[in-house]
C-alpha cells in the first residue's frame, strides 16, 4: 500500500481512487466523503462538489434579486410558521 506522507507528516487533502466495475469511486481521507463518476474526472468533480456541500461551502439563502430573475416575487417568499406535511412528522 502507497504511504501518504511528506517528511514524516500526513498529506492535506488526501484523496483515495480506485476503480469498481464501470465506475470510479474516490473518498477524501480527511471527511471521508465518497462519491463515484464514470470516468475519473467526473468523480473528482462529484468529490469537490460533495466535499464542499459537507463543509458548507455551498449554498446560500436566495437574494430577492435572485428570487425576481426566477420569477419568484419575494413578498410571497415566506417561510411557513405551520406544522410540516404528514411526510415529514
Known sequence: MASSTRDGEPHE????MWREGDSWI???V???VTT???TRQEALEMLDDA???YKG???HEPTDEELREL???PEDNTTGNGDPPDFMQ
Open 13 to 16: 487533502d488526501e484523496i483515495r
Open 26 to 28: 474516490i473518498t477524501d
Open 30 to 32: 480527511e471527511t471521508g
Open 36 to 38: 463515484q463518476g464514470e
Open 51 to 53: 466535499v464542499a456541500g
Open 57 to 59: 461551502e455551498r449554498g
Open 71 to 73: 420569477g419568484v416575487d
